[in-house]
T-cell receptor, first 115, second 114 residues
Framework: EPEVTQTPSHQVTQMGQEVILRCVPI?????FYWYRQILGQKVEFLVS????????KSEIFDDQFSVERPDGSNFTLKIRSTKLEDSAMYFC?????????????FGDGTRLSIL | LAKTTQPISMDSYEGQEVNITCSHN???????ITWYQQFPSQGPRFIIQ???TKVTNEVASLFIPADRKSSTLSLPRVSLSDTAVYYC???????????????FGQGTTLQVKP
């Protein structure tokens, strides 16, 4: 079964540094998402992306965050200047059609640790 | 998006049937009910989805009463590997105004004991 893959599995970064998290969604999917999960807390929506533009973003997704689909296969999340509170698991998800009827497929996440 | 309420945790033993009930009193006509499972250090994984009555797949069954204000995820004969967090989500079906974002609650942590 096709999978969403994320790299790296664990990223350790100094506070203030830029970090790029990478995702390869399932190939025929058209809708892409980033979520994060702080340790011990619930999964939180960050941003949705379709047709090469952001369709919705949460309050968490401030100016320090950006997303890109640079080459038609990768989907990246960039944090420009990381803060301690950005430490979390970041999950990428994709589906071929939006809406609750179409389940989203999640990757196994990148654990981001900010020192 | 309709708010959901489910137990924070449940314990069970191997071989037992587990039923996790989710309350969604404000469910809208267009809303579907979806359950995800999350193992430690993994992303959520879709289990089952339904609109009304009963849905069954190779993993679970989903029971939805006529008023749709609640739903019950049923896991038959659980094993240790079913220890996970189970999330109930309620959202709209396909529509141009829906970006498809998922809103997760705290979920139900199921602990299966030997």
């Amino acid at each position: 079964e096709p999978e969403v893959t994320q790299t790296p599995s664990h990223q350790v970064t100094q506070m203030g540094q830029e970090v790029i998290l990478r995702c390869v969604p399932i190939s025929n999917h058209l809708y892409f998402y980033w979520y994060r999960q702080i340790l011990g807390q619930k999964v939180e929506f960050l941003v949705s992306f379709y047709n090469n533009e952001i369709s919705e973003k949460s309050e968490i997704f401030d100016d320090q965050f950006s997303v890109e689909r640079p080459d038609g296969s990768n989907f990246t999340l960039k944090i420009r200047s990381t803060k301690l509170e950005d430490s979390a698991m970041y999950f990428c998800a994709s589906c071929w059609r939006q809406g609750a009827v179409q389940p989203q497929h999640f990757g196994d996440g990148t654990r981001l640790s900010i020192l | 998006l309709a708010k959901t309420t489910q137990p924070i945790s449940m314990d069970s033993y191997e071989g037992q049937e587990v039923n996790i009930t989710c309350s969604h009193n404000n469910i809208a006509t267009n809303d579907y009910i979806t359950w995800y499972q999350q193992f430690p250090s993994q992303g959520p994984r879709f289990i089952i989805q339904g609109y009304k009555t009963k849905v069954t797949n190779e993993v679970a069954s989903l029971f939805i009463p006529a008023d749709r204000k609640s739903s019950t995820l049923s896991l038959p004969r659980v094993s240790l590997s079913d220890t996970a967090v189970y999330y109930c989500l309620v959202g709209e079906s396909w529509g141009s105004s829906n970006t498809g974002k998922l809103i997760f609650g705290q979920g139900t942590t199921l602990q299966v004991k030997p």
